[in-house]
């Protein structure tokens, strides 16, 4: 717990790290308190005051309808976080499931598995979630599942080597000669040394599923028109490109500005983690557009 | 060499065996509506039967499987449930939008990270190298389809400098015309993915200035620059093929938005819009021809970097 509360200071310590945070708190927020409370309805459209300006009743100008703009994006955050949070949590688990598999079984069953997850790391998400709305139809639950198990398989192969590398280390052996059993060993070796790989890697999972998100939402396979969406807002939008091309502006900023913050938030605790890992090259992302 | 290309190759028909599993399973999931679509919704169940005898539909999975799978051995995709049209022919046409836009898409994300990612490591301890690197970091966060967005109302909507919707209609007939309406979609493209290219290129050319070889240089009398050009750029070029496999995917990827976002008759937009219809021959066959694109390059790239790099080819052989 103590190495835990080390490490958050240390991001807090970086510039980059503690604006991150600063930023990802402000997400969360919005998230929370637009369930309660947006400036104005982010649904309620007005004819009337369509494409109107940013002023001090619409910070962000309105939309071809006259919804609020600003309103519309705080609602939205809520399905970012939605997304975000359970897309990282399906990696999670189907990252470390895989790797366990491919590392703590018999030869065979690791080595297939190890294969398997060669051959799965090559598929672009964006390829899994189209054949998932062709099966079922477009929703954020294919966007979760997709970007979650997409990125799980990258998950997979990262812990793979960090299980191994770890499994490998002489307190590992010491503690297995002096008795420890099988289930200590992960318990109090294995889970602590790669934790910090772990939340990074979650960091990482969560900004592919934001992008996933916006760049589905726009083929429109993503969320559908009853839900707030930062991607939905921009397919909206991208139809009057060639009339009122700078509104557009706003909810990608919002993207961007929240994938930078989980990017620049993976590598300030890998760096305030583990020192060592500061000087390897980046693990390369498989697929960072979408 | 030869037993690391029959490993590769091994690999790749794996790799294309599990995807069109995966493929064809997914699109089973849930029991074909096309049927019911064609019959429309008068058809009595007698016609939806019907139908779906005469498209195959009423067979087990396995065969199913089997005869498509066997068909794309021979390059044969099947017929295209709503039309009746060969799929394969139809791929082979869009790709001709497709590739040519990946294509130009890499050598801009080539010309933008490379040269200035290793202008960034000469310069990364001075002001200029760091805003780079910053410039690089925000860059790799912006979701291509907002990139494009602002392409198009700057240079489409703004300055009104180049076409940002379609693809002339005789194709490749006016060269100079088709590729005016590929520059800013294949920029949208190769400015995300430059950005990740200039980070790879950036932390190679960093370490191999710490390497002997450059320093063995600069203390003969060389600048560092001169000796990170001269005798690093090798070693920096190798790790940015050794990348580029996996940077496909988000060629291939940015492919279907983007042509989406510019009207551009790909393989990517005609995938959106089969998905759709539930095409689901046509989802299969478009599916199948961009994995496998996907991994031949991944391949191919491979196989080039073992060539390239001295190190390797002794260790395989």
Known sequence: ?290 | MTRFVLGRLLLLAVGLAVASVLVFGVLRLLPGDVAQSIAGTNGTPAQVAAIRASLGLDRPLLVQYLDWAGGLLRLDLGDSLVTGTPVAGEVAEKLGVTLPLAGLSLVVGLLVGVPLGVLAAVRHRRASGVALGVAAQVLAAVPVVWAGMLLIALFGVTLGWLPTQGFPIDGWDDPGRALRSLVLPALTIGLVEGAVLFRFTRSAAVGALDEDYVRAAAAKGMTTSRALVRHGLPNVALSVVSVLGLQVAGLVVGAVVVEQLFSLPGLGRMLVADVGRRDLTKVQGELMTLTAIVLLVGLLVDVLHRRLDPRLREAGS
């Open chain 1, 1 to 290: 717990m103590s190495r835990g509360r080390g490490t958050l200071a240390g991001v807090l310590r970086r510039p980059a790290g503690a604006a991150a945070v600063a930023w990802l708190g402000l997400v969360a927020a919005c998230a929370l308190v637009s369930r309660v409370w947006t400036p104005l309805d982010p649904f309620t459209t007005d004819p009337y005051s369509a494409w109107a300006p940013p002023s001090a009743a619409h910070w962000a100008g309105t939309d071809a309808v006259g919804r609020d703009i600003a309103s519309y994006l705080m609602a939205a955050t809520g399905t970012t976080v939605v997304v975000a949070v359970s897309a990282g949590l399906v990696a999670l688990v189907v990252g470390l499931g895989l790797a366990a598999l491919g590392s703590l079984t018999a030869r065979w069953v690791r080595d297939s598995v190890a294969v398997l997850i060669d051959v799965l790391v090559a598929f672009p998400t964006l390829l899994v979630a189209m054949a998932l709305a062709a099966a079922f139809g477009g929703s954020l639950a294919v966007v979760v599942v997709a970007a979650g198990v997409g990125y799980g398989v990258t998950i997979a192969r990262v812990s793979r080597a960090e299980i191994r590398r770890v499994l490998r280390e002489d307190y590992v052996t010491a503690a297995r000669a002096a008795g420890l059993g099988q289930l200590a060993v992960l318990r109090r070796h294995l889970l602590p040394n790669i934790a910090p790989v772990l939340v990074v890697q979650l960091s990482l999972a969560m900004a592919t599923s934001i992008l996933a998100e916006a760049g589905l939402s726009f083929l429109g396979y993503g969320a559908s028109a009853e839900t707030a969406s930062w991607g939905r807002l921009l397919s909206d939008l991208q139809r009057y490109l060639g009339v009122h091309p700078w509104t557009v502006v706003w909810p990608g900023l919002a993207i961007t500005l929240t994938v930078l913050a989980l990017n620049l938030l993976g590598d300030a605790i890998r760096d305030a983690a583990d020192p060592r890992l500061r000087t390897r090259t980046p693990v390369p992302t498989p697929e960072v557009t979408s």
